[in-house]
């Protein structure tokens, strides 16, 4: 809006106050020019005690009460060109010395509703007026979410053409209240004033407040209020405020959430709403729950449509029948297995009862749960929309490739954080059942879709939409479910996992051979786990990976406070840790390598066949075998039940000696490999957790150019 | 024919380095990178090269390291070990 030099016409309403009211138009005048009196009708001398004075002048010939006499006030400014009025009650209880702060105000905020804050601390306040106070400006919280200090002061600035673009029906002292609610509504900001206040004594006092009417039209007015304030349809809006409303479903969580986000809420303030919602639905306060949670929602100011939404998860059946059945086995020690007309109709108020009861337990802990799913996907969406921002013109592709293979990209440190609290707490089954929701949300992911996508187009290249999210959901629950499993081991101890190892004879042959062994494993099960099975060979084991400072998930030792039991030879060091990778299958030890991924700088490819189409995978572990004579054997690990594994001696590839230079040589062998891999896949669908989309390149060449990606271990 | 020759020979002969001749390879230049150019798997075929020509098996990355820079250490490496 333009800077416009405010307008202001001050005005006095006026009913039967006709010893102040000189006074305090006399006071005004010496500060503003522009006043306008509206008489209401006074039956005392009302506006002809004026005599004399420079003011503008309008009588009702009958009493019809202040809302009307401020409405008349309205016109008036309208019609004269005035950009705000500015009221002061007759009764002398203002003082016009505030008019000052009101004017600067106004400059600073031209389309505000400012309300003069009446200081209650003073002694000369009456403790009916303090009340009325708080129960009016509890109301205003309800019906607008919006809070102010000082509902009833009649000391106030209005933006005139705001105003009068209202649907104001009241006429009475209730009208201020009216037109404060329908003033929020309408997008327009409420702002206190501090104002100097004087109470007369009370034998002086004279009030038009008309006890049980005025009252009785409060109440009337706070009901059509509040019910207008949880009906769903819009409110107009006169003042832009930038908010956008857009449909807010339970069926679209993550387009929901996404919308909120942008009305500048934040994680916390959207959990903390969904848990209300969540909470207050679980009871069985039959047939308001909407009501109800939009009143509560409304006063604690949280976002009203993420709590209804929210309170959509405790439709019945579920979540009643599960509150009747905690209620019922509280109270009696078992489930409730009988359903009859006895036990669900005769014994209604019962189960009502045990509905209270159980609601009570689980709506807080559904509630908790609620709030942490919902806060986990708005962090998530968030740092997706900040990091897409942040990136700029770093080419993105690149970015995304380094992102895909990141842990960061799985879940931020805190969410980690948080399964592994829950390990602590409740063991296994506490973490899995958490998974089993978080992770319907994780496969509601885009960013999780994209990147299970590649494999399970190719594992399973007829599945519809439906059928590829339940499979996306089991991919990543298995996958969680191995994340728990590690960090299990780690904090709970590695005997809390069985691991069952496949071929360990044909593994004893190769290593009496003693020309070193060289495991290629591929990222599927859980590796880390199975590796445990390993302890038998009483050799030494080396790894080839790339440990980033800022990884956020854990291996199972660091958990216990370990130390690593493997040896780590780092892709990024000297020749590629080529001379250090030798050296140790020279000294008949174990080397272990990823088979499925290029690797740090590796840039030794060949694309062989895989699921129907090209893939590119690293071929230095047979060139290794064959300069060196190891054998090479596919170890594979995978979950066999909740808390059992099996690592298998899938095949053993022999690479002769002497292949000669260059990559063509390999493909024979790393093609065993893949067809290796792929047997697995069809064994075990759900446990390939390479979200890499490996089918992107077909050529050797062109994947090395296109490499920048950073290993992350399992 | 000195190991720095026959080194130089070697390696043109086993890691396939066309249009090079012994030469061409300075002593100081470096083997891999920048330089003749080698990479990680040359490196592995180099110390196969080195155990099947000289009789040298290298089992130490501490001690292949320095010596897997140029002609001249690596010379000066297999010349040790053969002493």
Redesign the interface.
């Known amino acids: 809006m333009a800077e416009v030099t405010p307008n202001i016409l001050v005005v006095i309403p006026l009913y039967n106050h006709a010893e102040t009211v000189r006074q305090v138009v006399e006071k005004t005048l010496q500060l503003h020019k522009q006043v306008l009196v509206v008489d209401d009708g006074s039956s005392d001398a009302g506006a002809t005690v004026l005599e004399g004075l420079d003011v503008r002048i309008l009588r009702h010939a009958e009493n019809r009460g202040k809302g009307a006499a401020l409405k008349t006030a309205l016109d008036e400014a309208q019609r004269l060109g005035f950009s705000h009025i500015l009221t002061i009650d007759a009764d002398g209880q203002h003082d016009p010395a505030d008019i000052p702060l009101f004017i600067a105000e106004i400059e600073k905020y031209p389309t505000a509703l400012l309300v003069g804050k009446r200081d209650f601390e003073q002694a000369s306040i009456p403790g009916s007026s303090r009340f009325g106070r708080q129960f009016s400006n509890f109301w205003l919280r309800v019906q607008t979410g919006k809070s102010l200090a000082d509902t009833q002061s009649g000391f106030r600035a209005y933006p005139v053409k705001i105003i009068q673009g209202l649907r104001l029906r009241e006429t009475r002292y209730s009208y201020e209240i009216e037109v404060l609610v329908r003033a929020a509504w309408a997008g327009v900001e409420l702002r206190d004033i501090d104002i100097s206040v004087y109470y007369p004594p009370s034998d002086e006092r004279i009030s038009h407040f008309r006890g049980f009417m005025d009252n009785f039209r409060l109440t009337l007015l706070n009901t059509k209020l509040t019910m207008r304030s949880i009906a769903p349809w819009p409110h107009r809006k006169l003042v832009e405020s930038g908010e956008v409303e857009q449909k807010i479903s339970v069926l679209q969580p993550l387009r929901s959430l996404r919308t909120l986000l942008t009305e500048n809420l934040t994680p916390g303030q959207l959990a903390a709403a969904g848990a209300v919602g969540v909470f207050l639905g679980a009871l069985p306060i039959l047939a308001a729950h909407t009501i109800v949670i939009l009143l509560v929602a409304g006063y604690f100011r949280l976002n009203k449509v993420a709590a209804v939404g929210a309170s959509q998860l405790c439709m019945p059946p579920l979540v009643p029948g599960l509150c009747i059945e905690v209620g019922y086995f509280m109270r009696n020690g078992e489930f409730l297995t009988e359903l009859s007309v006895q036990t669900l109709g005769y014994q209604a108020l019962d189960r009502l009862y045990e509905w209270l009861l159980g609601s009570l337990l689980v709506g807080p802990v559904l509630a908790g749960a609620v709030a942490l799913i919902i806060y986990l996907m708005a962090v998530s969406i968030r740092r997706e929309t900040t990091s897409a921002a942040v990136v700029g013109d770093v080419p993105s592709e690149t970015l995304k490739r380094e992102q895909a293979w990141t842990s960061r990209s799985i879940g931020a440190s805190w969410q980690h954080q948080s399964f592994y609290l829950m390990i602590r707490l409740g063991g296994r089954h506490a973490a899995y059942l958490l998974l089993y929701f978080v992770v319907f949300y994780y496969a509601l992911l885009p960013s999780v879709r994209r990147k299970c996508l590649p494999y399970l187009e190719h594992r399973f290249p007829q599945a519809g939409g439906w059928t590829q999210f339940v499979n996306r959901y089991r991919m990543c629950l298995e996958l969680g479910k191995v994340l728990v499993d590690r960090a299990l081991v780690g904090i709970l101890g590695p005997q809390r996992v069985k691991v069952e190892l496949l071929g360990k004879q044909e593994l004893l042959e190769l290593l009496a051979e003693n020309k070193g062994l060289i495991l290629v494993n591929a990222h599927v099960g859980c590796w880390q786990v199975a590796m445990s099975a390993l302890g038998f060979m009483k050799l030494p084991v080396n790894l080839l990976m790339q440990r980033d400072a800022g990884d956020i998930d854990r291996h199972y030792f660091e958990h216990a406070g370990l130390e690593c039991p493997y040896k780590i030879i780092d892709p990024h060091g000297f020749l590629g840790g080529a001379l250090e990778m030798v050296a140790v299958l020279k000294r008949g030890e174990v080397l272990s390598v990823m088979g499925d991924r290029m690797l740090g700088e590796d840039r030794n490819g060949v694309a062989v066949d895989f699921m129907g189409g090209q893939v590119t995978m690293p071929f230095s572990a047979y060139k290794l075998a064959s300069a060196t004579g190891a054998p090479i054997v596919a170890l594979l690990s995978y979950k066999t039940g909740p808390d059992s594994y099996a690592l298998k001696l899938f095949r053993t590839i022999r690479v002769p000696a002497e292949l000669g230079r260059g990559s063509s040589v390999f493909i024979p062998y790393v093609q065993e490999f893949a067809e290796t891999l792929e047997a697995f896949c069809q064994e075990n669908p759900f446990q390939f957790f390479n979200f890499f989309d490996m089918w992107q390149t077909s050529a050797a060449e062109s994947a090395a150019e296109h490499e920048p990606i950073s290993n992350r271990e399992l | 024919m000195g190991v720095k020759e026959k080194l130089k020979q070697v390696l043109i002969e086993d890691?396939?380095l066309e249009d090079v001749e012994p030469d061409e390879i300075d002593d100081d230049m470096a083997l891999?990178g920048e330089g003749l150019g080698l990479?990680?798997?040359?490196?592995?075929?180099l110390?196969?090269i080195i155990q099947k020509h000289f009789g040298v098996?290298?089992?130490?990355?501490e001690e292949?390291?320095p010596a897997?820079q140029t002609i001249n250490t690596l010379a000066k490496y297999i010349e040790e070990r053969l002493a």
């Open positions: 890691l396939n891999f990479d990680s798997l040359d490196a592995v075929e110390v196969v098996e290298i089992k130490d990355m292949g390291r897997f």
